[in-house]
């Protein structure tokens, strides 16, 4: 080791631990070697980091360095000259050269024939050693005769280890790095290797230039990501699922094509294939983030092309009165393609406008049209409810966060199964200027079943000297597989520097007539005078109760069992008074004509503000038919 005031290994993980990037000197001060060696490390460090971060190891898109390949001598390879990335650092082999004669042959173990089948890792180790003027006489300066600065010199060696796969490799030592080269499977008592024997584990081709794009992001007005890659790849899936299971479905060959011409099956298999196999491709490519808007254009282009074609191809075949169904579907799928009057249309948007945010709903569109009829779209509405936010006794102030919750809804609207949903969820202040950030969910992604509810949370801390004052919390909730239909925004939360902020709106529903206890069960009966007994129709009153301002609402009846009841009258919204404020409202309920006595299910009673669904409540209420 060279003569240093400080050992430069101990000063340079020192100063990357205190976060130093440079050493400005000073004037009138002595300038030391530590100081000195301390700047070299720190440059090599940021230089080599750099590269190990955002580039990787591997060799560059323009080079073959380091391949291994097979040569015509026993227990021997050729290794390829040129470059390679190794955490940082470049190391170069100035020829090809053979295994047996690399420049530091002595430090590696020669090859010998196995005795039985062995598979081998080849790989390069790489470090740096320091040189002196007895290895290197030009380092002395003939002015002074004398040794001035030392040189650091990359080195390396190509090794083989007797293991199968690279993350086995033996640790290398200090000062060292491995990178696997290449992977020979040796045969028994043969002394050869030849290329048959060789599988390169290189990465290649490594560039930023051609394998880093901007990433395909959509941005809503708060300046948040509202559509990215991930959503891209998940909207060509159900593409390709939504034509898959078209055309394996009874709607289109069954009824349709039970028998088809050898042409026609031709026809229908490759157009389909097309479609998908489309779909499935810039799906996988915007997973790999190969991906950014002009290619996101051009692949919902290509698209449009093999949706297009499909529609070309089958038309002719759709022979009214056999094939109407199918016609129908290829009628509606030609105006979602090509913009007829009342449809978005793929084609203006992909093509002229080069729009991809109304390329991306229109082909959304295809797919819920063909999703339909498939019955592979959930349905439902979200919905989002804040639940609490910071103390509204304590007035907000710079540098801090406040903390809010909200519970997430996914609300049945049609009938059938439970359905399982994932949903995206999106935040954003507007105007920006403070930070926001989700709180134990770093992905923004929930799946819920319908009827499920889920806890969300939300820190918006506002920075110490703050571009804004005032700023509202955009809390955007929206299923993957449906996003027209489910996509909903709550904007209750809103912060102001130096005010309290406003609590949470809260509204209530009770039955208070009849009494009942909690879990009992409401007998109706159908007719006569309300509440004469439970054979009669029953007069239900409700307390609606307002916590947040002055607001109108409307309330609307559910019944689980909708044949059963004759449908409630409920009228126009009516005004709740704000701070506490309540109504008493009168309701009828009987059972219909042709129910069956027994039990019918719940009764769920909803009041909802006008103009924020978010605002609501709900009461259930177990029912029964008792006709006399």
Known sequence: MGNFSRDPKTRIADSVAKHYV????????PLLDADWNELESLRRHQHERLGARFVGNGVPDDGDGFRILAVGDDNDFLIRGGALLLNGRLIVGDADVRYTQQPNKTLFQPLTTPNANQTSIIYLDAWEREVDAQEDPDLIDNRIGVETCLRLKSEWAVRTAPVANPQNLPAPPPGHDFYPLARVRRLANDPKITFAMLTDL???????ASATKA????????????????????MLDLTAKAYFDVLGSDLFMRFNFAAPTALEAALITTTFNQVTQAASAGALHARLRHLDYADGLKVL???????SQLVTAVTPMCVAPARASTLSLLTRLLQLLDSAPGTPGLQPPAFSALDLAAAVTAQEEINRELANRMQLLPHGRVEIKLTSGPPTNTPVVANSTYHYNYLVTFVRTTPGPAQT?????????????WTVALVNNPLGRITLQTEQSVAVAVDVTIPQNPPVNSATLNLQVRSRANPTEMDTTNTEAALTVGQNPAPPPTVRAQLTSPAMAEGATLKIGTGGPPNLNDTKSR???????NDGADASFNVTFDFTEPAKFE????GAAFPIPGAGG???????????????NGPAGELKVTITKVGDANVKASKTIKVAVNKP
């Open 202 to 208: 290189r990465r290649l081709h490594l560039t930023l």
């Open 301 to 307: 282009q290509a698209l449009y092309t093999v949706q």
């Open 567 to 570: 449908p409630v009258i409920v």
């Open 539 to 545: 007069m239900l009153t409700f307390q609606f109760t």
């Open 215 to 234: 990433p395909l992001e959509l941005f809503g007005p708060g300046g948040n990501v509202v559509f990215a890659a991930e959503n891209f790849a998940e």
């Open 22 to 29: 440079g050493i400005p000197l000073q004037q009138a001060v």
């Open 421 to 433: 949903e994932t949903f995206d969820v999106l935040h954003s202040l507007i105007p920006p200027g």
């Open 582 to 596: 309540f109504v008493n409202r009168n309701y009828t309920v009987q059972a219909s004509a042709g129910a069956v």
